[in-house]
């Protein structure tokens, strides 16, 4: 499936998590290369990640791209269909602090929605129109 890799630069949109796409420029020669070009475009969020846990998919693909994979122009894509990159580790000191922080302001807000008092439903009153009621059923009792 793969080209020659032509040892030419190529154009590639990655994407990793929630972020946006990004572009970066290749001058490697296989996915394997890929991925440390990536680590190091990303450095600030992959930069304690080892470039074993990290994987790449197509766009709306489910397989992982394979390290030793030739990267060639069939990989030049757009901002719309950017490679997934996936980190496939345990969390890292920095990434615990990180998703601790999120967690803590989740369950502030949460905490913050429970203790808000709740107003009661105003409604009028139901009128129970006992000598209706009764007569209906004794109707129906003496069918």
Known sequence: LGLVHL???SKIWIKYGDG?????????????DLKETIKKKL???????D???????RHEDNDDLDPG????KSFEN????????????????KRKYEESGDLKEIVKSGMKEFS???QP???????WDMETDEDRQMSEVEK
């Open 116 to 118: 808000q008092q709740n």
């Open 43 to 49: 450095s600030s969020k992959l930069g304690d990640i």
């Open 20 to 32: 946006q796409p990004v572009k970066i420029v290749f001058n490697g020669e296989d996915v394997d």
């Open 51 to 57: 470039i074993d846990d990290i994987i790449l998919r």
């Open 78 to 93: 757009t901002s719309n269909t950017p490679l997934q990159v996936i980190v496939n580790a345990p969390l890292t000191s």
């Open 7 to 9: 040892g030419a630069s």
């Open 69 to 72: 994979f030739v990267v060639d």
């Open 121 to 127: 439903i105003e409604c009028d009153p139901f009128l």
